[in-house]
């Protein structure tokens, strides 16, 4: 089994920073890509960053930002956001791509439980 332990999200002012992280544990051979989705009230989930080891990828509303960053070692994925609008109130998901250690070598795709971020004056 695997689970993605999130943390970081909490309410900030316009313009503040926030970073949030996501721990993978379990029985890892490898990870793949690791992402940051979010939702908001009455939307559908969105990519907001992605990342391999090769490629970085950003929703244009984050460009500039927000960073997305690995620790390789620790299976872990951090979003560093920065310049808070209050449209990126959301809940932010942590999403991986995860191939296990069994004998079949599967491969899923896992979510965190989600972490509300909250930009209000």
């Known amino acids: 089994q695997v689970q993605l332990a999130e943390s970081g999200g909490g309410l900030v002012q316009p313009g503040g920073s926030l970073r949030l992280s996501c721990a993978a544990s379990?029985?890892?051979?490898?990870?793949?890509?690791m992402a940051w989705y979010r939702q908001a009230p009455g939307k559908q989930r969105e990519l907001v960053a992605s990342?391999?080891?090769?490629?970085?990828t950003y929703a244009d509303s984050v460009k500039g930002r927000f960073t997305i960053s690995r620790d390789l070692a620790k299976n872990t994925v951090f979003l560093q956001m920065n310049s808070l609008e209050p449209l990126d109130t959301a809940v932010y998901y942590c999403?991986?791509?995860?191939?296990?250690?069994?004998?079949?070598?599967?491969?899923?795709?896992?979510w965190g439980q989600g972490t509300q971020v909250t930009v209000s004056s």
């Open positions: 379990g029985n890892i051979f490898s990870i793949g890509v």
């Open positions: 999403n991986a791509d995860i191939v296990l250690t069994n004998y079949q070598r599967t491969r899923n795709t896992y």
């Open positions: 990342r391999t080891s090769s490629r970085i």
